[in-house]
């Protein structure tokens, strides 16, 4: 887990002594997601600089850059894997979020609703050797603005960093409870009562994206239940 440092700026935060109440709840997680959409806009260019500048012929170089490229990232990368080679050939991961408005991701500086959604997923960095890196996006989970805010109310995500981070902890649980649940080689099927997946902090439910005239087809965090729920 990579741990997200910011400097002094504003962002949206929640601010109530204890628990926040439920309308303030929804109405935040929507300035949190927005500011956080805002953040993985900027990841792209930022880590394509630093690939220019990259010295990556071995794995120890490699291992700095997938670094170098995380911070140039910010907060929009909060995980990392890296598979490394010889001679500039290697394949970097990085999990991060994205926006996802009416059954799709975002754009550049697209005009956000009040309530948008969240895309988490791998950005995958390949270079086959040389000095072309080649950059793809890959998203494995929606959250939907219900969840964001039950994040806020029972998991203590009060600003967008810890929304962030709870987000991270919560789809890693989601991609180990997946494998555990498919069979090898078998694409995921989540059952029409969907999954009750146990994170620290609380219970995702996840179900299929069925919503909209394109339903993406993707699992889909619609809510977020208390730790201790039976």
């Known amino acids: 887990m990579i741990h997200m440092k910011l400097k002094p700026e504003k962002y949206p935060v929640i601010e109530s002594i204890g628990p926040p109440p439920e309308v303030h709840a929804q109405r935040i997680a929507g300035e949190m997601a927005r500011w956080l959409i805002t953040q993985s806009e900027k990841r792209w260019k930022a880590m394509a600089e630093v690939v ?39 394949v970097m991961r990085f999990a991060c979020w994205t926006g996802w408005v009416n059954g799709e991701p975002t754009a550049d500086g697209q005009a956000l609703p009040e309530r948008p959604w969240l895309g988490i997923g791998w950005m ?62 078998e694409k995921a099927t989540i059952p029409p009562e969907g999954w009750k997946v146990p994170f620290d902090g609380g219970v995702a439910v996840i179900a299929t ?12 965090c619609i809510t977020v239940l208390p730790e201790n729920f039976k």
């Open 209 to 220: 994206d069925t919503e909209g005239p394109q339903p993406s087809g993707l699992p889909l």
């Open 52 to 90: 220019k500048k990259a010295k990556d012929g071995n794995p120890t170089a490699q291992w700095r850059l997938a670094h170098k490229l995380a911070a140039a990232a910010g907060p929009a990368v909060f995980d990392l894997a890296v598979q490394t080679g010889k001679r500039g050939k290697y």
């Open 124 to 185: 995958t960095v390949t270079n086959k050797g040389g000095y072309h890196a080649e950059f793809d996006d890959y998203i494995w989970l929606l959250v939907n603005h219900h969840a964001m805010a039950r994040l806020a109310e029972r998991c203590g995500a009060r600003t967008p960093i810890q929304l962030a981070k709870m987000l991270g902890v919560l789809s890693k649980a989601f991609m180990q409870y997946a494998l555990d649940h498919t069979e090898p080689g």
